[in-house]
């Protein structure tokens, strides 16, 4: 069984808006925190948004802030990033894991492009 599976991704012109999935039959999620993060090519891994077990409580990174919304269906066990307005900077492979810290092992990600 995969570990975590982000799907979702594409490729989209700026303004355009895409909605990114993480599930796993594998873990529980709803028992964790969970945040979305991404690697653009070229550099590190960076946290974007993450939200809390009982999803009252989220956060973003200032870039994001108004643009994204993290959100989580506990019935499904999925954790979604709802991205609107996206612009170049927003490119790069986007993952899910238990956040702060990310305690599972790492997933393929899902490719977010964002060029006319």
């Known amino acids: 069984q995969a570990h975590l599976v982000e799907s979702g991704g594409g490729l989209v012109q700026p303004g355009g808006s895409l909605r990114l999935s993480c599930t796993t039959a594998?873990?529980?999620?709803?028992?964790?925190?969970m945040g979305w993060f991404r690697q653009a090519p070229g550099k590190e891994r960076e946290g974007v948004s993450c939200i809390s077990v009982t999803g009252d409580r989220t956060h973003y990174r200032e870039a994001v802030k108004g643009r994204f919304t993290i959100s989580r269906d506990t019935a499904k066990n999925t954790v979604y990033l709802q991205m609107n307005s996206l612009k170049p900077e927003d490119t790069a492979v986007y993952y899910c894991?238990?956040?702060?810290?990310?305690?599972?092992?790492w997933g393929q990600g899902t490719q977010v492009t964002v060029s006319s």
């Open positions: 894991n238990t956040a702060p810290k990310a305690l599972f092992p």
């Open positions: 594998r873990y529980t999620l709803n028992y964790w925190s």
